[in-house]
């Protein structure tokens, strides 16, 4: 079991910047990619980015691309979302998911492991 729990959400003006947090325990950081997805209400699940178990490959949603960052700290077993240049249409709950695999994923189904969720809302 990996347990997850996001933090850094808020609520931030259009052009501003959050950072998420997501603080991964139970099981050897290291062994999972991870990823970050978002919500909004009425739509599914998404993409947003993805970081291999080392760090040294990242992948991003086309939406966030440029704008978004993903890093990870294996020494704090926490796992990062640099957010900047947010849009209204940024706004959804924001969740941190783990897979076990070695390969990076966008498909919801193919993580193992959630997180509860932290709310970013965008005013514009």
């Known amino acids: 079991q990996v347990q997850l729990v996001e933090s850094g959400g808020g609520l931030v003006q259009a052009g501003g910047s959050l950072r998420l947090s997501c603080a991964a325990s139970?099981?050897?950081?290291?062994?999972?990619?991870m990823g970050w997805f978002r919500q909004a209400p009425g739509k599914e699940r998404e993409f947003v980015a993805a970081?291999?178990?080392?760090?040294?490959?990242?992948y991003y949603a086309d939406l966030v691309k440029g704008r978004f960052t993903i890093s990870r700290d294996s020494a704090k077993n926490t796992v990062y979302l640099q957010m900047n240049s947010l849009k209204p249409e940024d706004t959804a709950v924001y969740y941190c998911?783990?897979?076990?695999?070695?390969?990076?994923?966008?498909?919801?189904?193919?993580?193992?492991?959630w997180g509860q969720g932290t709310q970013v809302t965008v005013s514009s």
């Open positions: 998911a783990a897979r076990s695999g070695l390969e990076l994923k966008s498909i919801v189904y193919e993580y193992d492991y």
């Open positions: 139970g099981r050897t950081f290291s062994n999972y990619a």
């Open positions: 970081i291999s178990r080392s760090g040294g490959s990242t």
